[in-house]
């Protein structure tokens, strides 16, 4: 079994914004659409009472969570929403007709409607990117080195961020500017369960996954 | 999220041709009727399509509808199923009831397959996703005003054909759908007081930055003396107490009164209309501010 998904650590994001950006340019998203947030959540009392400079915030990249239950399939009437085999949910826009249904069962509203094409849209985890060997747009541009991409099934420490140098087995047809990747335990500090966080699971048991040490989860 | 208005007419003309059909069913089944049972077919079947009309106007492609159908697991799937059965049915007692009273086998038949097309629809929409849908409650607001608008449909298709005994019993049906409606819609103002959204505390959306914090704490002040008590009162007063004070004034006698049917008709769907854009208004996801 596979589950590619992705794992923020949000103690080294830094809100640049740059996988939001990416994201939209990557997969050529019209003005007012996201596939990818992010919220800054805070500054919030680290204990209740608390007042400035007791406080603490952190920044929060949210897209879909390729779910491993996703309602958005369930709800789908003609199965243009689906599962694939590496456990990413996509839609097939030919045979999406627009009921919006989906975009209700989705608890993180991550879902919309492209006016233009008149179909449902949402993040597809850049399949055209990952059908090639390599990482999604928003992991691979990731200015802190806080997104990673990989196989739940492996477990986090397989998963993997952009690296610092070229690919040493560039072919002529590969981009240059791809980068040879490096596991998540170059970059990110240890961490325990404790520390891993998912968003509200409200019967989807979403995939993808937070990493948050040190101050309050908060959904 | 924003008020689906072909959704809104959707549901609330399936639970007006459901409703009426089953009030019907009724009538057969205690050997009434049997004036008001040709057209309260023909009305019921013309308000479920209606419905089926409008939702097809929700669809961004309808070219592509027929084009794989057929996930059973989607709610959409099971509505499209249970309606063609509940027209299979309405054909079914039309056939028998074009020459006298439907046999009371027919009118069975019409109140559970009325009961399961309601029943299916609403459970489309009991979504986890949106805390405020996701209550059997949802089923109880749904069955009431399939009641209340049935019965004076039915009401009213009694006094045109000047059927005193079953407009008798569509009376008290009426004022009883009416009493349901307003216990419906206040028991789900106290669910609504219940249901909590994953709280941030101080958040701060960079793709709006001047955009408003989403405002889903309190639902139960907003929906009782908040930005949603006009169409909530509407819904209870207009929706529920009026057709239920109108059916009570005619409880004893009086029975044949077509404006009193009528008015209480409209009240049961304007108020229908008003808690059905609530609810839509209410409909935050759990992560609500993406």
Same mark, same amino acid.
């Given at each position: 079994m596979t589950q590619f998904a992705i794992v923020t650590d949000l103690n080294r994001?830094?809100?640049?914004?740059t996988c939001s950006v990416a994201c939209k340019f990557a997969n050529d998203l019209p003005p007012g659409d996201f596939w990818l947030k992010v919220f800054r959540i805070g500054p919030n009392p680290i204990n209740e009472g608390d007042t400035y400079p007791e406080v603490e915030m952190y920044y929060k990249p949210v897209g879909c969570q390729h779910c491993r239950k996703p309602e958005c399939v369930a709800v789908c009437p003609t199965g243009a929403s689906h599962k694939r085999e590496d456990g990413t949910v996509q839609i097939d826009k030919q045979r999406c007709?627009?009921?919006?249904f989906c975009t209700m069962a989705c608890p993180y509203n991550v879902r919309y409607l492209n006016e233009v094409e008149r179909v449902v849209e949402k993040c597809t985890l850049c399949e055209q990117r990952v059908s090639q060997g390599d990482l999604p747009e928003c992991v691979r541009q990731c200015n802190g080195r806080a997104r990673f991409f990989g196989d739940l099934d492996k477990g986090l420490e397989s998963f993997m961020g952009p690296g610092t140098g070229p690919k040493p087995? =560039? =072919?002529? #047809? #590969?981009?240059?500017?791809?980068l040879e990747p490096l596991p998540i335990t170059t970059y990110s500090a240890p961490w325990s369960e404790a520390d891993i966080h998912h968003m509200t699971d409200a019967g989807n048991d979403p995939a993808s996954c937070f990493i948050l040490r040190n101050r309050k989860w908060r959904g | 999220m924003e008020v689906q208005w072909p959704l809104v007419i959707f549901t609330l003309f399936v639970c007006l041709g459901a409703g009426v059909f089953a009030m019907q069913g009724l009538l057969c089944v205690l050997g009434k009727g049997e004036k008001s049972q040709v057209p309260a077919v023909i009305a019921a079947a013309g308000a479920v399509a209606l419905g089926g009309i409008a939702s097809f106007l929700h669809l961004q492609h309808w070219d592509r509808a &027929?084009?794989? &159908?057929?996930?059973?697991?989607?709610g959409i799937t099971q509505e499209l199923i249970s309606i063609v059965v509940l027209f299979i049915v309405m054909a079914v007692f039309f056939a028998v009831g074009r020459k006298g009273l439907a046999p009371k086998w027919a009118g069975i038949l019409a109140i559970v397959v009325s009961i399961a097309v309601v029943a299916l629809m609403t459970t489309s929409y009991?979504?986890? #996703?949106?805390p405020v849908w996701s209550t059997p409650l949802l089923y109880l607001f749904y069955f009431a005003q399939a009641f209340a608008a049935g019965a004076a449909g039915v009401w009213l298709l009694s006094c045109i054909g000047k059927d005193a005994d079953s407009a008798s019993l569509m009376v008290k049906c009426t004022a009883i759908g009416g009493i349901a409606v307003v216990a419906s819609l206040l028991a789900y103002a106290a669910y609504v007081g219940t249901v909590s959204f994953d709280d941030f505390g101080s958040y701060w959306d960079s793709t709006v930055p001047t955009a408003a914090l989403v405002d889903n704490g309190n639902l139960v002040g907003q929906l009782l003396a908040g930005g949603l008590a006009l169409p909530f009162w509407l819904a209870v007063l207009v929706g529920g107490v009026v057709p239920a004070v109108l059916a009570f004034l005619k409880w004893k006698d009086g029975h044949i009164n077509l404006s009193f049917a009528a008015v209480s008709l409209v009240c049961i769907l304007v108020g229908g209309i008003a808690f059905r854009a609530v609810l839509y208004l209410l409909g935050f996801p759990v992560f609500a501010i993406f």
């Open positions: 994001c830094v809100g640049c914004l007709i627009g009921c919006q087995d =560039t =072919t002529s #047809a #590969a981009d240059p500017r791809e | &027929f084009n794989g &159908f057929g996930q059973l697991s989607s009991l979504m986890p #996703a949106r």
